[in-house]
């Protein structure tokens, strides 16, 4: 809604749209414009942890819909949870990195378990349940760049702009003798 409702107003009365008020409106405190930035406890954490492992980053962007949370969340809540515990902030952080360092291998040391089996039985071995974010979006993409390589409409396109690049580059060459 654009204006305040007071100028809304104003306009409905000089339209004869609605009559009169009798009494004067009610003034509502303004906010001074800035929008407060919600922050949560674990922010402080959350940050903290990903300065610390910046590889988890790309976690967040991909399993943003997924029932696990991020690993940054779930270290920001065990440190709070230490926390209230009466442990230090720095031990209680050291105890919530551990845990996920070792939860990380425990992962890793699964799949290779899992791959082993695989090989020994002869079957192809399992698409890899924890894949390193980077690797899940070229995975994505790449039906978009074999298709860009093998399309024959796109190659066709991409044809006529080399030919077009090319015959700008001549104009401009031979415009300059």
Same mark, same amino acid.
Request: hydrophobic share 35%.
């Given at each position: 809604?654009? $204006?305040?409702?007071?100028?809304?107003?104003?306009?409905?009365?000089?339209?004869?749209?609605?009559?009169?008020?009798?009494?004067?409106?009610?003034?509502?405190?303004?906010?001074?414009?800035?929008?407060?930035?919600?922050?949560?406890?674990?922010?402080?954490?959350?940050?903290?942890?990903?300065?610390?492992?910046?590889?988890?980053?790309?976690?967040? *962007?991909?399993?943003?819909? $997924?029932?696990?949370?991020?690993?940054?969340?779930?270290?920001?809540?065990?440190?709070?949870?230490?926390?209230?515990?009466?442990?230090?902030?720095?031990?209680?952080?050291?105890?919530?990195?551990?845990?996920?360092?070792?939860?990380?291998?425990?992962?890793?040391? *699964?799949?290779?378990?899992?791959?082993?089996? *695989?090989?020994?039985?002869?079957?192809?071995?399992?698409?890899?349940?924890?894949?390193?974010?980077?690797?899940?979006?070229?995975?994505?993409?790449?039906?978009?760049?074999?298709?860009?390589?093998?399309?024959?409409?796109?190659?066709?396109?991409?044809?006529?702009?080399?030919?077009?690049?090319?015959?700008?580059?001549?104009?401009?060459?031979? $415009?300059?003798?």
């Amino acid at each position: 809604m654009r $204006g305040d409702l007071l100028t809304k107003m104003r306009k409905l009365v000089k339209g004869l749209a609605r009559p009169e008020p009798r009494a004067p409106p009610v003034t509502f405190p303004r906010p001074d414009g800035k929008i407060k930035k919600i922050e949560f406890p674990e922010d402080v954490y959350v940050r903290k942890f990903n300065k610390k492992h910046p590889d988890s980053l790309y976690h967040d *962007a991909i399993k943003i819909s $997924g029932f696990d949370p991020p690993p940054a969340r779930v270290f920001a809540w065990r440190v709070l949870e230490l926390k209230e515990q009466g442990v230090g902030e720095d031990d209680a952080m050291a105890v919530a990195d551990m845990e996920y360092r070792t939860q990380k291998k425990a992962k890793k040391k *699964a799949y290779k378990e899992l791959k082993e089996i *695989a090989r020994s039985e002869g079957k192809k071995p399992p698409p890899n349940p924890y894949p390193s974010a980077i690797k899940e979006i070229q995975a994505e993409e790449k039906k978009y760049v074999m298709d860009r390589l093998f399309n024959p409409k796109l190659i066709e396109i991409a044809n006529k702009m080399k030919e077009e690049r090319d015959k700008l580059h001549q104009d401009r060459t031979a $415009g300059q003798w």
